[in-house]
């Protein structure tokens, strides 16, 4: 089906919370980053601030 608005809104949060998460690199992300320089690094870190995402937007849902 088509993308509702309120889907819609909330990907674009989500694109926004993990871009957040992956520039900012809050703690353990920046340390796994700084400590792996190969490509289990660049992913996991990627993994780690999506983590962090869907916990801040699961947090934001319970609260609305």
Avoid: E, H
């Avoid at 703690?27 to 983590?51: E, T």
């Amino acid at each position: 089906s088509f993308p509702t608005r309120r889907s819609s809104d909330l990907w674009a949060a989500a694109f926004v919370a993990f871009r957040f998460f992956d520039i900012v690199k809050p703690m353990p992300i920046g340390w796994f980053d700084r400590q792996y320089k190969n490509g289990f690094g660049v992913m996991f870190d990627d993994v780690l601030a999506a983590a962090y995402a869907i916990a801040c937007l699961a947090f934001a849902q319970a609260l609305l």
